[in-house]
């Protein structure tokens, strides 16, 4: 489900330039705006999204927001002009499937889980040029055709609409089936929190003796497996904790290149550096592959070193490198490396960051306000990454790519801040100082 969400996320930049930004007459800042919309309404429904998963459970609480999701997906396809867009875009905020605090709260994996999600970003732009071959096929009303008219090439051409279904149409549509298909069948097969994990309906994930392991090691390390009642005092008074925040600020970083990537990444393999419709598509795939890779390798060295900050640190360095070689270099190679430094930075660091601080927090209703904040820093991310890149700074977006810059530095500011003050908790708590998290032996991972 998280897999499919990625994907639908990244068809916007890629049916832009499928044909939607002149169907639509995404001019100015109308895709920027169509973007931001999403983001606004998606901040605001976290902090109560995660209380709901926590009190509902995934098994029943993720499936039905993706089939929403799915639904509105394939309502993208049917926009008549931008407008519709924007109406779009807030719809599917409400619905925009978030899997990240089940997964912290019991499983683990943050690196495989979004490492899955990477590769899925990648192979998303192949996908949709497959289904953008559709262009001219189906029937409806005429405005659902592919629009053509006088281009600066050619200002003397015809104008009109095309038979059919535009091809950038067929992308939403057919992956909104995608998506609905996937959320039936996640229905059935979603493994819900380790407490209640083998009492799933259709495929039992854990047996008896096997979720009671899970949930005594979960217990051994942070105490907090067991459900605590729900007040707001108790949700709440974890924002006294600057921790929360700082990992807040991460993740807004870290999103900041993430999303801008995932928008305008299509926009500016074609407009920038010359590319055809169906090689923009298809090369977005190769920096999703390798930042896949990267999460995992990052992964697979922090539980090895049980260390994570430092690799946040080196995707911000990652991002550093890159970002300046895509927006301020001549050769079309070189800006192409570049792009798959700053896909890996971006990429790279959310899992880092989710594990980071799903290591140092305790208390159910505490990580789950954590989570919220997250998500929230996330979506501010997002906003910024999508209005920052403005049309009229086109083909390079020379103030995007510094404010991503300027986010990658602070990336690796706050990353120092943490591990300092962890360091210090650590050495006093061994010292016999104040207990970190309430909790004897508990120590901070740094």
């Not at 926590?54 to 396809?77: C, H, N, Q």
């Not at 038979?163 to 089936?177: E, K, N």
């Not at 924002?239 to 993430?258: E, N, R, Y």
């Not at 890996?344 to 290591?359: E, R, S």
Request: glycine share 12%.
């Amino acid at each position: 489900m998280y897999c499919v969400s990625l994907m639908d996320r990244n068809n916007l930049g890629i049916a832009s330039i499928a044909g939607m930004g002149s169907d639509l007459a995404l001019v100015g800042s109308r895709y920027s705006i169509v973007v931001l919309v999403f983001f606004i309404t998606y901040v605001i429904l976290q902090p109560p999204a995660t209380v709901i998963l926590r009190k509902v459970g995934p098994r029943v609480f993720l499936p039905g927001i993706t089939l929403a999701w799915g639904i509105v997906m394939i309502g993208f396809g049917f926009a008549r002009d931008w407008v519709t867009l924007i109406l779009f875009g807030y719809s599917s905020a409400l619905s925009r499937p978030d899997s990240s605090l089940a997964v912290h709260i019991s499983y683990h994996r943050n690196a495989v889980f979004f490492a899955i999600g990477s590769m899925a970003s990648a192979f998303s732009g192949i996908l949709a040029y497959g289904f953008s071959q559709l262009n001219g096929h189906g029937s409806g009303s005429g405005y659902l055709g592919l629009h053509f008219g006088p281009t600066a090439a050619n200002p003397n051409a015809p104008s009109g609409i095309g038979p059919g279904i535009a091809g950038w149409r067929w992308i939403f549509i057919l992956q909104g089936v995608v998506t609905c298909v996937v959320a039936i069948i996640g229905a059935f097969l979603i493994v819900d929190f380790p407490e209640l994990s083998s009492k799933t309906f259709f495929v039992k994930f854990l047996n008896e003796k096997e979720v009671a392991f899970i949930v005594a090691r979960i217990e051994n390390d942070r105490a907090d497996v067991i459900p605590e009642p729900f007040t707001f005092r108790k949700y709440l008074e974890g924002a006294a904790d600057l921790k929360i925040w700082g990992f807040a600020v991460l993740l807004g970083c870290s999103t900041t290149s993430l999303y801008a990537i995932a928008y305008f990444l299509p926009i500016i393999l074609k407009n920038g550096m010359g590319f055809s419709t169906a090689a923009a598509q298809c090369l977005v795939a190769p920096p999703y592959v390798v930042a896949a890779i990267a999460m995992y390798a990052f992964a697979w060295a922090g539980d090895k070193y049980h260390i994570r900050g430092p690799f946040v640190i080196g995707c911000g360095v990652c991002g550093l490198i890159g970002l300046p070689l895509l927006g301020f270099v001549q050769n079309v190679g070189v800006r192409y490396f570049g792009a798959f430094l700053a896909t890996t930075a971006g990429n790279a660091a959310v899992p880092c960051v989710l594990t980071w601080q799903a290591n140092n927090i305790r208390g159910q209703w505490k990580r789950a306000l954590c989570s919220a904040t997250l998500v929230g820093a996330g979506g501010i991310g997002g906003i910024v990454g999508s209005t920052v890149f403005r049309s009229q700074d086109a083909p390079k977006y020379g103030p995007g790519i510094i404010t991503c810059i300027l986010a990658n530095g602070i990336l690796i500011m706050v990353s120092l801040i943490l591990m300092f003050k962890f360091t210090k908790a650590n050495n006093r708590a061994a010292a016999g100082g104040k207990i970190i998290e309430r909790l004897h032996g508990f120590r901070y991972t740094l």
